[in-house]
């Protein structure tokens, strides 16, 4: 769950209208309108990516007079089929993806399984990815890929570019070719085997 | 005993509260002594910085180890990009990471007539930091408006590896040169184990979202840093690479500069004195049985330094960091993601947090990276309304206070801890440079187990260490 207690406002007399507010934006809730961004408040998730990256300095994050509580509901949705999904995207499902939200696989597993299609949709339904901004975009992704979905890049967009390797998917030749200087690949595949395969402590939020 | 040391002070950016607010630092209250790192460890190397000399000896250390790196590939109508991260910027107050940069331009300039010199300075999830680096330090100036901050999620390169497609951020790669400007400071031993450490940046700092994602959510704890490794042996990343230039640090300061056009050369020489050195000083603090732990430091709360190790590996400081047979320190994203939802780790064999720090007075220390972890598992209190009212507008850290109670003052807050708490014995994460600020009990301790952990980590430890990484002295 993620409680959205700020906005992003533009000042418009800044804004010069290069679009990189638009580019990084993870829920994409920034348009353009003859030349200067403007921001949809209902879907803003209050990352400040905008804010952060703008050139111009002309985006705030301003607190919201009433925070928005976001969050998935996971008992709409038969739970075996969430750990199926998991499961093939190799998550616990009570694993947490998200460090800044704490967003846990299952709830993602439970938005696309209720018909989110992208990493975008799932950002503006789960809060997943609108904290740090950077390090759960791979669980979108796998987790997506295993519901058979291959999501589009938001069209000259800059939120994501592409699904990466995991440990299971390393050949075999770069795993000898490197086995001596520290790195454990095929330990880490195990100890992440018994993590997907861990028992479950709450069934569901409920 | 000595009188504490003076503390790095508190520096004005958009992650902290203003500097003014911080009316008190941990290591003015009374009973707080310090102990010199060489009186803990006296095989520890002699540092250039801090000396007498100052700045003058990083940029003389530079210019001396730049001359016997090969730049006759730069030619003077070339481009080249001098590649920094803002880590660089928390050692030791800054300024010697930024002569460093300054140096290395001044150099490549006068020796390969090249003038279109820019300096890119990535970031961890503070994406204007070294924006703010930038400025304070004058390198805007120096290096004629041609200095920027670069972000994760900036414009991409997609980089073809032996392991698939990673990504970099364009602007990184824009050049027809990069210079690899780093240091060895071991910091975050939680995520790279010491493995690859010099090689980590093309794999974090210099890269995308999509490339940090991997090392930090597909690889696994102890492959991931295999990401760095894949991206910088990549022919687009070997086709541009000049060379490495090193700030080598001891946990007492900066003991040289270090260049090489050969990065794994000097990843060894960077293994070695982060195992030995860092090594000794992390086992060290897992000898410490109970302790207050005050975090003041212009950094956020994982980052803020004592005895040149981070509040992070301290937290897990109950394990043995090095140990690659271990698979999960106590505190990294791995681990914290193991949790399930009764707050328990998923598997038994995961570690607490390290149950000697009884519990946690942060006094000073920013916002931008995930903390909500810490303030669950070890008791919080935050000193001052305005920087809980921070952390409560940090999108990264919205449950961060949930768990912590708010102070007025730093007084108040450590006389709560004492009383909570029940021990004496306290460790300040202040940046004191040369030195650790700590209570008189626990000075004391540190200084009656410090030779009996040297000996451990030269005759045990460090041979272990090494071979696991397959670095032979």
Same mark, same amino acid.
């Given at each position: 769950m993620k409680v959205v207690n700020l906005l992003a406002?533009?000042?418009?007399?800044?804004?010069?209208?290069?679009?990189?507010?638009?580019?990084?934006?993870?829920?994409?809730?920034?348009?353009?309108?003859?030349?200067?961004?403007?921001?949809?408040?209902?879907?803003?998730?209050?990352?400040?990516?905008c804010e952060q990256r703008c050139p111009e300095y002309a985006i705030s994050m301003v607190k919201r007079e009433q925070p928005v509580f976001v969050k998935v509901d996971v008992s709409a949705v038969d739970y075996t089929q969430i750990e199926e999904l998991c499961t093939k995207a190799k998550f616990n499902p009570e694993q947490l993806i998200c460090y800044c939200t704490a967003t846990r696989a299952e709830e993602v597993a439970a938005a696309i399984l209720q018909g989110a299609e992208s990493p975008e949709e799932l950002s503006y339904l789960t809060g997943v990815r609108t904290g740090c901004k950077v390090e759960c975009i791979q669980p979108l992704l796998r987790l997506l890929a295993a519901a058979g979905i291959e999501p589009r890049r938001p069209k000259d967009g800059?939120?994501?570019?592409g699904k990466t390797v995991t440990v299971w998917e390393i050949p075999e030749e770069v795993k000898q070719k490197y086995a001596s200087r520290g790195f454990y690949f095929d330990e880490d595949i195990e100890l992440l085997n018994r993590i997907v395969e861990a028992p479950l402590q709450g069934r569901s939020d409920t | 005993?000595?009188?504490?040391?003076?503390?790095?002070?508190?520096? /004005?950016?958009?992650?902290?509260?203003?500097?003014?607010?911080?009316?008190?630092?941990?290591?003015?209250?009374?009973?707080?002594?310090?102990?010199?790192?060489?009186?803990?460890?006296?095989?520890?190397?002699?540092?250039?910085?801090?000396?007498?000399?100052?700045?003058? /000896? =990083?940029?003389?250390?530079?210019? /001396?180890?730049?001359? +016997?790196?090969?730049?006759?590939?730069?030619?003077?109508?070339?481009?080249?990009? =001098?590649?920094?991260?803002?880590h660089g910027f928390t050692l030791l107050g800054g300024e010697p990471y930024a002569e460093l940069l300054r140096t290395i331009r001044d150099v490549v300039e006068a020796r390969t007539g090249c003038h279109n010199i820019r300096l890119r300075a990535g970031v961890g999830l503070r994406f204007r930091e070294t924006e703010e680096y930038i400025k304070r330090y004058g390198l805007d100036k120096d290096f004629n408006g041609k200095a920027i901050g670069v972000a994760p999620i900036d414009q991409g390169i997609a980089i073809e590896t032996e392991i698939g497609t990673l990504y970099g951020i364009k602007k990184v790669y824009d050049a027809d040169w990069i210079i690899h400007a780093h240091n060895s400071d071991v910091r975050e031993v939680h995520f790279h184990r010491q493995v690859d450490r010099a090689v980590k940046p093309f794999g974090m700092s210099y890269a995308r979202i999509e490339t940090r994602s991997t090392y930090h959510?597909?690889?696994?704890?102890?492959? /991931?840093?295999?990401?760095?490794?894949?991206?910088?042996?990549?022919?687009?990343?070997?086709? +541009?690479?000049?060379?490495?230039?090193f700030l080598t640090m001891a946990p007492n300061g900066i003991v040289g500069v270090d260049v090489d056009s050969n990065l794994y050369a000097l990843n060894d020489r960077v293994t070695e004195i982060g195992c030995r050195y860092y090594g000794k000083m992390m086992t060290l603090l897992g000898e410490i049985d109970e302790c207050i732990a005050a975090l003041d430091f212009p950094a956020p709360a994982v980052y803020v330094f004592s005895a040149g190790v981070i509040y992070a590996n301290?937290?897990?400081?109950?394990?043995?960091?090095?140990?690659?047979?271990?698979?999960?320190?106590?505190?990294?994203?791995?681990?914290?993601?193991?949790?399930?939802k009764l707050g328990r780790p998923l598997l038994d064999e995961i570690p607490p947090m390290n149950k000697a720090i009884k519990m946690t007075v942060h006094n000073y220390a920013w916002t931008g990276y995930p903390c909500a972890f810490f303030t669950e598992h070890i008791p919080t209190v935050v000193v001052g309304q305005e920087q809980a009212e921070l952390f409560n507008r940090d999108p990264q850290n919205l449950n961060y206070m949930k768990h912590a109670v708010v102070s007025e003052s730093t007084e108040d807050a450590m006389e709560f801890a004492y009383k909570a708490s029940g021990t004496r014995k306290v460790i300040v994460f202040d940046g004191a440079m040369g030195g650790i600020n700590v209570s008189e009990p626990l000075a004391e301790l540190l200084l009656k187990k410090a030779p009996e952990v040297s000996e451990r980590v030269e005759e045990t430890l460090l041979p272990k260490w090494l071979r696991q990484r397959g670095v032979r002295l």
């Open positions: 406002v533009v000042e418009q007399d800044k804004c010069r209208g290069c679009r990189i507010c638009e580019f990084v934006c993870p829920v994409v809730a920034i348009k353009m309108e003859n030349r200067m961004a403007v921001i949809d408040n209902g879907r803003c998730r209050g990352c400040a990516a800059w939120q994501w570019y | 005993m000595h009188s504490p040391l003076v503390p790095i002070p508190p520096r /004005a950016s958009q992650y902290g509260i203003e500097p003014e607010l911080v009316k008190t630092r941990v290591s003015e209250l009374p009973r707080m002594t310090s102990v010199l790192l060489k009186e803990l460890f006296p095989d520890l190397p002699e540092v250039i910085y801090p000396s007498s000399e100052g700045l003058d /000896a =990083i940029r003389k250390a530079s210019v /001396a180890a730049l001359q +016997k790196v090969d730049m006759s590939k730069i030619k003077p109508e070339h481009s080249v990009n =001098i590649l920094a991260s803002h959510q597909n690889l696994g704890p102890r492959a /991931a840093n295999f990401t760095a490794r894949a991206i910088f042996d990549s022919p687009f990343v070997q086709s +541009k690479f000049a060379f490495a230039a301290f937290a897990g400081a109950n394990t043995d960091l090095y140990d690659l047979e271990l698979p999960l320190p106590a505190y990294t994203w791995y681990t914290e993601s193991f949790y399930g």
